[in-house]
């Protein structure tokens, strides 16, 4: 029997996008993401098709991938959960979503930490989940929450 090959971490993460310069300006904005140019995606034809992305405090590449039907599928679906260290962290994180206008759930109690929602541009959820466990029950977690359905589109009105 062969030893089974070891995968050594992640390359990059995807995300598919409907509209790359409204996406570039929304990441940037609201992750301080910054575009690294010289990894852009460009056809032979001199289209622009990606863009990769700098992330603080993420350790891998984000891709964001010229794409609107999968896009368009993902609404509601949240592929990606950043850490954060505590629930102070995401009060924080709240005040600087308000401060741009960019639609949040509430701090939502998760099985083990809390957790924020932010939908991107196109739907997609992105996840803001503590590394602080919140030390409740079973019982208090919010398995109700519009925010943790893809199916549903919770009010915006944080």
Do not use: C, N
């Amino acid at each position: 029997m062969s030893a089974r090959p070891v995968v050594r971490g992640l390359h990059h993460i995807k995300i598919p996008v409907s509209d790359l310069e409204r996406s570039i300006a929304w990441y940037g904005s609201v992750l301080g993401a910054r575009r690294l140019e010289e990894f852009d995606h460009v056809t032979q034809d001199g289209e622009l098709f990606a863009v990769i992305l700098d992330v603080p405090g993420v350790d891998v590449p984000v891709e964001l991938r010229l794409d609107p039907a999968t896009a368009g599928r993902l609404a509601g679906f949240d592929p990606l959960t950043f850490t954060v260290t505590g629930r102070a962290e995401l009060d924080g994180w709240i005040r600087h979503l308000d401060t741009l206008g960019v639609p949040h759930s509430p701090v939502i109690v998760a099985l083990v930490g809390h957790l924020l929602v932010v939908p991107d541009p196109d739907g997609v959820r992105l996840r803001f989940y503590t590394d602080e466990p919140h030390g409740l029950g079973h019982e208090d977690v919010d398995f109700a929450s519009p925010w943790l359905r893809p199916d549903t589109v919770p009010p915006t009105d944080a």
